[in-house]
């Protein structure tokens, strides 16, 4: 079982300062799709919360400024460089970490699947604040009358004797294999510790667990006609950048965005293979720094690589893309639009 002790004080480890990462922000092919509202407010415990950065609406979600959000919530917020991660270090020694432009929210050591991906806007990173705020025990109400998010912090369940599993999840109204999973407590059936603390808030993605895509099947002659113009580690790496461009778009966008790539390879004003395209010097970030090799694409991305890879190309001659709510201005009003698909104009 995960021992939990008594909150004996404020962690005492200096809250680090995100560093900057403005090249994730301002990249000319960042899919952030955010919006520059402002008027969404925030209440802690009914008290206006005032914060440094705005809050975002973001395809109907309300994103929050990491940093600003979890120390709000009791936590202290560190910028892992090296893995290029946000870590979040709550007051029961539970940590929390976000990266830029990925849906995943891992928890220790385990990961769950957000609904919209974090985002980066000025060299900020904004996560959903509905997600991180009850993995931090923080229920959250909105009130559309005054446009707000209402956070309550509830408090943990103080273990006392006789307390159970059973009694302790039936106090809640919550199902005892969730209380496991919440306090990541392994083996449920050792019994509770009296003066621990557990955390009966239920994230609503741990609760509704937001299952992966079904798998997409791609004709088999399809298939073969790819591969046999692309070796496998292209096709690859044609499919991780393709997952952090268009991951979350519609299947079209992400069509879309790889046929960017191989309009690029076919283009004598850009390098010739899939490979070179994306490691190009300023292009795209993830390549440069590394990450993009930890990217697992999913069955989505990989049936429009392939068709991609086999002809079907719905953004022809285009070979620029980019969210104009993100970045705007002379060099992309200079180009020709071929189509405007999810989030992304495609351009030539």
Known sequence: MKIRNRII??????????MPIHAWAQDENASTGTSSEREPAIYLNDEILSLEDPLLT??????????????ALGGNVVWDQEEQ???????LGDEYVFAPDSPILRYNDVEYRMDVASIVVDGRIYVPLRHVSEFMHARVAWDDETSSARLTLEPYHLVREGDTLATV??????????LVERNQLSDPADPLKVGNLLMT????????KIEAEP??????????????KYSEEELMWLAKITMVEAGYEPYEG?????????????????PDTIYDVIHAPGQF???????????????????????????????????????????????????????KIGNHRFLK
């Open 58 to 71: 973001v395809n109907g979600r309300i994103m929050a400024p990491v940093r600003h959000i979890a120390q």
């Open 9 to 18: 004080g404020l962690l005492l480890t200096a809250i680090a300062l995100l």
């Open 254 to 270: 992400q069509l879309a965005v790889a046929n960017v790539i191989l309009n690029r390879v076919h283009d004598s004003r850009f």
């Open 201 to 208: 808030l239920i994230p609503q993605i741990m609760a509704v």
């Open 215 to 228: 798998e997409a099947e791609v004709p088999e002659a399809a298939q073969a006609e790819a591969e046999t």
């Open 169 to 178: 999840a039936a106090q809640y109204g919550i199902e005892e294999s969730l």
């Open 85 to 91: 991660e946000v870590r979040i270090l709550s007051v």
């Open 285 to 339: 970030p993830p390549a440069s720094n590394g990450k993009l090799k930890d990217v697992v694409p999913n069955d989505s991305v990989w049936k429009a690589v392939k068709a991609a890879a086999s002809g079907e190309n719905n953004v022809p001659g285009a070979v620029y893309f980019h969210n104009p709510k993100a970045t705007s201005g002379g060099f992309w009003n200079s180009l020709t639009e071929v189509a």
